[in-house]
């Protein structure tokens, strides 16, 4: 019986990312940190928008089985919700300074309003769940 592969993993510069941690190649100075550290964040803020709209994508050309290829690696109810909020907010009503949350809090609303509401937020600095409840008050 042959051994699994290894788990695969991205390497930036001496930094090697996997699906559990980062492993750090010697003693990188600390203009090496920056790239890869921006690179975790930006992962972290579009994660979910790339699950949602891959979820979207796939159930479109192979119907729900496609979903089964995550079966495991989150919550059906975690997934349901990204495809939701990517499948209502289209690529043009989003915008980057926003959270996720934040557009999950304007899902519901039409394009025009959603990137209205997402834009009067990043004005005038709300958090995610302070826009949800100017929404709420505005209906």
Known sequence: MSAPPPPPEM?????????VGVRIDGKPTLDAWKGPLQFA???QKAGPWWIGDL???GEDGFGEAFYAMC?????????NRY???????PLGSR???QSWSAHAAVARLAPAEQRRWLLRAEKEGWSS???????????
């Open 55 to 57: 979820l979207n994508a």
């Open 129 to 139: 769940e302070e826009l949800r409840q100017q929404v709420r008050g505005a209906k």
């Open 11 to 19: 390497r930036v510069g001496p930094f090697r990312f996997t699906s």
């Open 83 to 89: 495809a939701s909020v990517s499948r209502r907010v």
């Open 71 to 79: 079966e495991g690696a989150v919550s059906g109810d975690q997934l």
């Open 95 to 97: 915008v980057a300074s």
């Open 41 to 43: 964040l930006w992962c």
